[in-house]
Nanobody, 115 residues
């Protein structure tokens, strides 16, 4: 049974930084990609960043140059370092793990950027 546990959300001022963590428990056999998505109230969930098991990363245009995704293989943990945060980054952030063939989601962590 795969579980994803996120941490690190909170309230931060514009221009500030936060680091989100997501730890995967369970078998990682057939794991392909891990990533972060976010969702604002009334909007669709959108991709923020992903990282493959080989280390290839992909970012949404809106976060390029500000956010960095990384993975600590020994701990099955994925991080999202968020810098220069803007009010429009406010959302619930969800960790995602894509296996062949299943997909798993974390419970979400709130990030609020406000002065």
């Amino acid at each position: 049974q795969v579980q994803l546990v996120e941490s690190g959300g909170g309230l931060v001022q514009p221009g500030g930084s936060l680091r989100l963590s997501c730890t995967l428990s369970g078998s990682i056999s057939r794991l392909l990609v891990m990533g972060w998505y976010r969702q604002e109230p009334g909007k669709q969930r959108e991709l923020v960043a992903t990282i493959t098991v080989g280390g290839t990363t992909n970012y949404a245009e809106s976060v390029k140059g500000r956010f960095t995704i990384s993975r600590e293989n020994g701990k099955n943990t994925v991080y999202l370092e968020m810098n220069s945060l803007k009010s429009e980054d406010t959302a619930v952030y969800y960790c995602n793990a894509r296996f062949f063939p299943a997909v798993y989601w974390g419970q979400g962590t709130q990030v609020t950027v406000s002065s």
